[in-house]
């Protein structure tokens, strides 16, 4: 089955830019989500279909796609930003998440 | 607003069967892929499976033996059951709605831990 690969953790300054990376088969061909988990809360959607946002979330969090390949980038890194970040995508008719990226901001 | 809210008990003893409800407000659930996702303590998502216009299902294959996920449309809810439960079943179970490739997962429940223990 299809495998969603992320680095485990990520480490940045605060207003530095943060980059995670989703890598996989599935990502040339459909779209790819992101989404934030803070400590016991929910996971809240931060980007859809590759690039866009939900209402409500800064302009700071973009993404990108190359190839297999793509990148979640948070610029001008808060601390509130510090967080597990996952990549989703649809493999066919199922769902399926990356192993999550713990970006600590230092 | 769309709000969703997981009910169910929160100890389950080994081998027995899970059934959790949640339920929808804000939205109506004959439309959309409504969907359970799990988080066993300290690890990652994993999701569960979904049911959408109505009748549809689609189940993780790992546990698609173990799992059964069925819409109310009177209630507008929908529910999760999980079968022969196990410890490695631990975890806080997350229903959501999803929009689809194009959309993402828009909406959670806040989650439940279900603990399996005897």
């Known amino acids: 089955s299809s495998v969603l690969t992320q680095p485990p953790s990520v480490s940045v300054a605060p207003g530095e830019t943060a980059r995670i990376t989703c890598a996989g088969d599935t990502i040339g061909t459909q779209g790819v989500q992101w989404y934030q988990q803070r400590p016991g809360q929910a996971p809240v959607l931060v980007i859809y279909y590759f690039f866009d946002r939900p209402s409500g979330i800064p302009e700071r969090f973009s993404s990108f796609r190359s190839g297999n390949t793509a990148t979640l980038i948070i610029s001008g890194v808060e601390a509130g930003d510090e967080a597990v970040y996952y990549c989703q995508v649809w493999d066919g008719r199922t769902v399926l998440f990356g192993g999550g990226t713990m970006m600590t901001v230092l | 607003q769309v709000q969703l809210q997981e009910s169910g008990p929160g100890l389950v003893k080994p081998s027995e069967t899970l059934s959790l409800t949640c339920t929808v407000s804000g939205a109506s659930v004959s439309t959309y892929y409504w969907t359970w996702i799990r988080q066993p303590p300290g690890k990652g998502l994993e999701w569960i499976g979904n049911v959408y216009h109505g009748v549809t299902t689609n189940y993780n294959s790992s546990l698609e033996s173990r799992v059964t996920i069925s819409l109310d449309t009177s209630k507008n809810q929908f529910s999760l059951k999980l079968t022969s439960m196990t410890a490695a079943d631990t975890a806080v179970y997350y229903c959501?709605?999803?929009?689809?490739?194009?959309?993402?997962?828009?909406?959670w429940g806040q989650g439940t831990l279900v603990t399996v223990t005897s």
């Open positions: 959501a709605r999803d929009g689809g490739v194009y959309s993402g997962i828009d909406y």
